[in-house]
């Protein structure tokens, strides 16, 4: 029976769904909340014993933390650290492993970068990525890339084509006109900052309102536009401005269209990276829950050490400092709720093509974002052993609800809900899975809701906001740009630059 997301929603919330008869065993991959509940709930911490100084204390391990310390060492600058709270860092770029291969936990790409993004290539080249100007051939994902589960098949590409009349096609060819001209005007630039000056009007709308104003009624291109707007927010296409919503498919350059750049652990392959290069700078397990003035300087503590230091690099998600900081600016801004699962599979699920298993796999009208392979890239012949990543942005109701839900549903009724969106595509999904490990993420990402173009970023002196929130748009390029903005803006502070 094709499972609705009506019937989705209420077993995966509820707990009404049907047991599996394989027993398959797994559990949460987080604790990361309860520090962070702590925080918010005004725990007290004994104060540390230890007192240090130091120049520069970067606050949070993410790719923007990263980056600023990347950014700190390119410029000849050694003397500072990075603190981070989880015991590994990356944030969303973080990844696990097993005995089959590695995995991510949440990004999983790099959008090829054109020359308007000269940071990502810079970065890119150091980590060996980009050689002489030319793409390393075995970081470019391998085709076939992408597929999409629509009326009981598999099709090619995720614009829906099975079923699709006249109509829809002729909406498809108007919507990418549109596309291409918001792309002309040089608005739409990834990182944001480097684009033309923005219409806010598009900004006080939603990408929903703006679709029905175009005249854009087709359930498919209706469908691919929300997809969109969950994949990369978190969000409902009704819940994001239209600006985002357009920067969506207008930002990127042609040259991305020969990517993206992967690896069998996502995004912790640069993290790997960066951090084989930062060495002792970076320590985790190091949670920040104090951050105060001391005249012209900051004092920031830890559980195990004071750091008194001339400039701080607030790397962490913006909404954390109000926990940390007696004078915290204020900042609203949404953050999207997700749930990702790591599946291990001892075969590969029967398939119902025509379409071939692809690195991006999709099903229409699912309320989860579908799975990436993470052995997509073996050069190996024959691969029957694999990890699929899944992906599920709870973007239906409030935020704060759902992240309460995400909490509160036990383990098994998620394991359930994702086997059964599995099962409309793979059927026998359950006699091949031996294991399912789930990350949950409370404050994902940014969401770019209407108006976000307008909220006003803090100042703080000689303390540098760097998360990927002040541009508003949870993407790589965003996270990095603001990182190696910050670590600049503080090497200025100190005289360094």
């Not at 005249?215 to 401005?241: I, M, N, Q």
């Not at 919503?245 to 020969?258: D, L, M, N, Q, V």
């Not at 990402?445 to 909220?455: A, D, V, W, Y």
């Amino acid at each position: 029976m094709p499972l609705t997301r009506r019937r989705f929603s209420g077993a995966a919330l509820l707990g009404l769904t049907r047991k599996s008869g394989r027993a398959i065993p797994g559990g949460f991959a987080d604790r990361s909340h309860e520090a962070g509940h702590r925080l918010r709930d005004g725990a007290t911490a004994p104060a540390p014993r230890d007192r240090r100084r130091i120049p520069a204390v970067i606050v949070g391990g993410g790719i923007a933390g990263l980056s600023a310390a990347w950014r700190f060492q390119k410029r000849g600058f050694r003397d500072f650290v990075v603190l981070e709270m989880e015991a590994q860092a990356g944030g969303n770029a973080r990844w696990g492993e097993n005995e089959i291969t590695g995995f991510p936990w949440a990004a999983h790409y790099v959008p090829l970068p054109g020359p308007g993004a000269p940071l990502v290539r810079e970065m890119m080249a150091d980590l060996g990525v980009l050689r002489g100007g030319e793409w390393e051939e075995r970081y470019l994902c391998h085709s076939p890339q992408e597929r999409l589960y629509l009326h009981g098949r598999w099709q090619e590409g995720l614009e829906p084509d099975v079923g699709a009349t006249n109509a829809d096609r002729d909406q498809y060819r108007r919507f990418h006109e549109k596309m291409e001209e918001f792309s002309r005007s040089g608005e739409f630039r990834i990182p944001m900052e480097t684009g033309a000056r923005r219409q806010t009007g598009l900004d006080r709308l939603p990408m929903r309102e703006w679709l029905r104003e175009q005249r854009f009624d087709s359930p498919y291109l209706l469908w691919l536009v929300d997809y969109a707007c969950r994949d990369d927010y978190g969000a409902r296409a009704a819940d994001t401005s239209a600006w985002a919503g357009i920067h969506y498919f207008a930002a990127r350059s042609r040259e991305s269209e020969r990517g993206p750049l992967t690896w069998p652990e996502g995004n912790g392959w640069i993290v790997r990276r960066l951090m084989d290069r930062l060495g002792g700078a970076v320590r985790t397990g190091a949670f920040v829950h104090r951050i105060m003035r001391a005249g012209s300087r900051w004092r920031v503590w830890t559980a195990q050490q004071e750091y008194e230091a001339e400039a701080v690099v607030f790397a962490a998600p913006t909404f954390l400092a109000r926990y940390m900081m007696e004078e915290a600016p204020r900042w609203e801004c949404v953050y999207s709720p997700w749930l990702t699962a790591n599946l291990t599979l001892e075969r590969p699920p029967r398939d119902r093509g025509p379409a071939p298993p692809s690195w991006d796999n999709v099903i229409f009208k699912s309320p989860a974002l579908g799975y990436v392979v993470a052995t997509h890239q073996s050069l190996r012949s024959h691969v029957d052993r694999s990890v699929w990543t899944y992906y599920w942005a709870l973007a239906d109701g409030p935020p704060a609800a759902n992240r309460r839900r995400l909490l509160e549903t036990p383990w098994e009724t998620w394991k359930e809900a994702i086997l059964d969106d599995l099962a409309q595509a793979h059927p026998d999904i359950r006699d091949c899975v031996s294991r399912i490990d789930i990350m949950r993420l409370g404050h994902a990402m940014p969401r770019p809701t209407p108006g976000f173009l307008s909220r006003r970023r803090p100042q703080s002196g000689s303390l540098f906001w760097a998360n990927s929130d002040q541009s508003g748009i949870p993407l790589f390029e965003e996270a990095q740009y603001r990182g190696a903005g910050a670590a600049d803006a503080a090497l200025r502070l100190l005289g360094k630059a």
